[in-house]
């Protein structure tokens, strides 16, 4: 890998000229962002997606920032251009860019890898445009998840965790009563979402998917299992998966439903001290030769992970009488209300279910991180 920083370089060729001809010559473009967006960084940009070169973003996170930030990070968002990171400080970002350079390195592979499966089973690929759409329909963007921006607050509220909340006041998103009701179950399991709610959430998804009703019967199921009638959220979630299939929704979608009837099939026959040997969805599953994921709710999955892990690393490492200040906990809990939220907009059962696991499997270890029993101790007992 060999980046190219224009002001690393000397050249007899003007500025301009100079990274225009590098950024068109590029693989990769790397944006780095803070305080303000200078004009040659602007332009660079311009020609990158202009020229449509992969891309990586990368914000400092400040309390303010440049309208110059504010609006590239908007361009960002609205126009789905890819997913940026905030970092604390530049001063490991080579270490950050190489890894997430490594990891899309992987999922390059992964795409090219089933899309491949997909033509040896007789899809035609033949049509580049067709094949974007197949493979993006669907996919929340983060103008999806910023529907609920202004809840994140209550979250930390609900977990008595004020000092992470964000000081400045800001208005109330489109579905800010939504998000805290989710939030509110998510902590206490008090399941509160009213029908008018859900239908928000239903005719919100309709620019995403070529057919609703799958997921009105998904939504079914959701309120059915919410009232304890197993079978009758089953009999919801095997019509969904009907649906979406006579709809040929994307694989992901038909996967992730088989997911839900699965797991819904074995609680049924755990309910009933039914044992079976032959579990239809569960061979179904097995028979499927790509990837299984659920987008987007995924990569917040990671992320959480990823910043548990390196907090209880930063610990272990730690040289004796070291004081040790802060942490990602903040961020790990915004990514578990974005993992929720996504799960709400797809009507995953399954990744509701887990949202609530992964709540108590994050305070379990950062109980541990913190040294912080009483933290445990106030969001387990409501679990």
Same mark, same amino acid.
């Given at each position: 890998?060999?980046?190219?920083?224009?002001?690393?370089?000397?050249?007899?060729?003007?500025?301009?000229?100079?990274?225009?001809?590098?950024?068109? /010559?590029? &693989?990769?473009?790397?944006?780095?962002?803070?305080?303000?967006? /200078? /004009?040659g960084?602007?332009?660079?940009?311009?020609?990158?997606? +202009?020229?449509?070169?992969?891309?990586?973003?990368?914000?400092?996170?400040?309390?303010?920032?440049?309208?110059?930030?504010?609006d590239? =990070?908007?361009?960002?968002?609205?126009?789905?251009? @890819?997913?940026?990171?905030?970092?604390?400080?530049?001063?490991?970002?080579?270490?950050?860019?190489?890894?997430?350079?490594? $990891?899309?390195?992987?999922?390059? #592979?992964?795409?090219?890898?089933?899309?491949?499966?997909?033509?040896?089973?007789?899809?035609?690929?033949?049509?580049?445009?067709?094949?974007?759409?197949?493979?993006?329909?669907?996919?929340?963007?983060?103008?999806?998840?910023?529907?609920f921006q202004? @809840?994140?607050?209550?979250?930390? $509220?609900?977990l008595n965790?004020? #000092?992470?909340?964000n000081?400045?006041?800001?208005?109330?998103?489109?579905?800010?009563?939504?998000?805290?009701?989710?939030?509110?179950?998510?902590?206490?399991?008090?399941?509160?979402l009213?029908?008018?709610? !859900?239908?928000?959430?239903? !005719?919100?998804?309709?620019?995403?998917?070529?057919?609703k009703?799958?997921?009105?019967?998904?939504?079914?199921?959701?309120?059915?299992? =919410?009232?304890?009638?197993?079978?009758?959220?089953?009999?919801?979630?095997?019509?969904?998966?009907?649906r979406?299939?006579?709809?040929?929704?994307? &694989?992901?979608i038909?996967?992730?439903?088989? %997911? &839900? @009837?699965?797991n819904?099939?074995?609680?049924?026959?755990?309910q009933?001290? +039914?044992?079976?040997?032959?579990?239809?969805?569960?061979?179904?599953?097995?028979?499927? +030769?790509?990837?299984? @994921?659920?987008? !987007?709710?995924?990569?917040?999955?990671?992320?959480?992970?990823?910043?548990?892990?390196?907090?209880?690393?930063?610990? +272990?490492t730690?040289?004796?009488?070291?004081?040790?200040?802060?942490?990602?906990?903040?961020?790990?809990?915004?990514?578990?209300?974005?993992?929720?939220?996504?799960?709400?907009?797809?009507?995953?059962?399954?990744?509701?279910?887990?949202?609530r696991?992964?709540?108590?499997? %994050?305070? &379990?270890r950062?109980?541990?991180?913190?040294?912080?029993?009483?933290?445990?101790?106030?969001?387990?007992?409501?679990?």
């Open positions: 890998m060999n980046p190219f920083i224009i002001e690393d370089e000397a050249s007899h060729i003007p500025s301009t000229q100079l990274y225009q001809l590098m950024v068109a /010559r590029s &693989d990769l473009y790397v944006l780095l962002a803070k305080g303000e967006i /200078r /004009r960084t602007s332009n660079e940009y311009a020609l990158a997606v +202009k020229l449509h070169k992969p891309m990586l973003a990368y914000f400092l996170h400040e309390d303010k920032l440049g309208q110059s930030v504010n590239l =990070r908007n361009d960002i968002i609205s126009n789905d251009r @890819c997913t940026f990171f905030a970092v604390s400080d530049f001063s490991k970002i080579e270490e950050t860019i190489w890894e997430h350079i490594m $990891k899309n390195l992987v999922v390059e #592979f992964q795409y090219r890898n089933t899309s491949t499966l997909f033509n040896s089973h007789g899809t035609d690929l033949t049509v580049n445009d067709n094949l974007t759409t197949q493979i993006n329909m669907g996919f929340a963007s983060k103008v999806e998840i910023s529907r202004s @809840c994140y607050n209550y979250f930390f $509220k609900m965790l004020e #000092f992470f909340m000081e400045k006041e800001e208005a109330e998103s489109e579905w800010h009563h939504l998000g805290c009701s989710l939030i509110k179950w998510i902590v206490t399991g008090e399941w509160e009213s029908d008018k709610e !859900i239908r928000k959430i239903i !005719i919100a998804e309709t620019k995403l998917f070529s057919d009703t799958w997921l009105q019967k998904r939504w079914n199921a959701i309120k059915a299992s =919410r009232s304890g009638d197993m079978k009758k959220a089953f009999s919801q979630e095997k019509q969904a998966l009907k979406a299939r006579e709809a040929k929704e994307p &694989d992901w038909v996967n992730n439903i088989l %997911i &839900d @009837c699965r819904m099939e074995i609680e049924i026959n755990h009933q001290r +039914k044992r079976t040997y032959v579990e239809k969805y569960q061979n179904e599953l097995n028979s499927i +030769k790509a990837m299984i @994921c659920l987008p !987007i709710a995924d990569r917040y999955l990671t992320n959480i992970y990823k910043n548990i892990e390196k907090d209880e690393f930063r610990v +272990k730690a040289l004796p009488y070291t004081e040790l200040y802060g942490s990602n906990l903040s961020n790990v809990l915004t990514d578990l209300a974005n993992y929720m939220f996504t799960a709400v907009l797809y009507g995953s059962e399954t990744h509701l279910q887990l949202s696991k992964i709540l108590s499997v %994050i305070f &379990d950062y109980s541990v991180i913190l040294n912080n029993d009483q933290m445990k101790y106030d969001v387990l007992k409501d679990l």
